[in-house]
């Protein structure tokens, strides 16, 4: 899988972001872990990306929206953030600056990495990542098709 979002990404370019989303941080992204689709609710997958990133980076709201959780979620800190219509990203571990019921501006400093707690499983074993997911009404979608660098799948002709 990981293999074809690469070749497509390679071979068709990069999209654009939809306006009025950007990265939740500043500094150039180095993507680790790309999303993988599960083929149903409950199976295998990767339901969003995760970049390199520091402890203490700071972190901004990736689109205008109202916080709608900022705390710990069983062993890491959180912040989700409620955008129009029913789109939620999130991002972990992160240490909010900001309260729920908040309302935040896309590039605003909402938080931190933090360190999650030791029983944490990182998503990347050999470094510090953060994992930023968006759902729309309670399903994953890829955040590369709102912060751009996702294009739509293409079918070419087989040949032998």
Known sequence: MFKILFLTMVLFGYSSPISGWRLPFEQQPILVRPYLQPSSDYSAGHRGVDYAVAIGQKLVAPADGVVSFAGRLVNRGVISIKHSGTLVSELEPACSSVAVGQSVMAG????????????????????????????????????????GGLNPSRLLPYSQ
């Open 108 to 147: 605003q400093v909402i938080g931190r990495v933090c360190a999650a707690e030791p029983s944490y499983i990182q998503h990347c074993p050999k470094q510090t990542c953060l994992h930023f997911s968006v759902r729309q009404d309670g399903r994953y979608l890829s955040p590369l098709v709102f912060i």
